[in-house]
């Protein structure tokens, strides 16, 4: 039997990162845990590129570019939409999740969600570093092992 497992190495990667900047001081925390993620496990700091764009809608768009340009060998995505009084939230996080899955999918390549949908502002806050950890790290580990996944695949055509 083969099994197949990526490590969390990310030496030799690169990663573009695309952030929402609706919401900044949440999606700002999350781009730090990313970072310090792909820090942490061997990412060399010249092969990342950040991007920042006006809200969580245009994610996908930028995601999509990216993954099929084959500039980077994952590509991670993050925001925050935060639940308010009308349906709004719903139409975009349902978006933007399925966005970001095509651009995946029909790239062959890891397009990882770390768009965060909370109910509140105190879900958020959790969200982006306190209790619950930081979303933005974990979409950056699930990158860094994808992406290596990836690559051993590639290697054993």
Not at 23 to 42: P, Q, S, V, W, Y
Not at 68 to 85: E, N, P, W, Y
Not at 112 to 133: C, D, F, H, M, Y
Request: charged fraction near 20%.
């Amino acid at each position: 039997m083969k099994t197949w497992q990526g490590n969390l190495d990310a030496s030799g990667l690169k990663f573009g990162i695309v952030v929402s900047r609706f919401n900044e001081f949440i999606t700002a925390k999350l781009l730090e845990g990313a970072l310090d993620c792909l820090r942490r496990h061997g990412a060399d700091q010249n092969k990342i590129e950040v991007a920042w764009v006006p809200g969580a809608w245009e994610i996908p768009a930028v995601a999509t570019r990216w993954a099929a340009a084959r500039r980077f060998d994952a590509v991670i995505c993050l925001g925050a939409v935060i639940r308010g009084d009308t349906p709004h939230w719903e139409y975009i996080s349902r978006q933007v999740t399925q966005g970001i899955s095509a651009a995946g999918l029909n790239n062959n390549l890891p397009v990882i969600l770390g768009v965060i949908t909370p109910e509140n502002l105190e879900q958020a806050i959790e969200r982006a570093g306190a209790k619950s950890g930081n979303k933005g790290f974990q979409a950056a580990l699930a990158a860094v092992e994808m992406a290596d996944l990836f690559r051993k695949m590639a290697e054993k055509k």
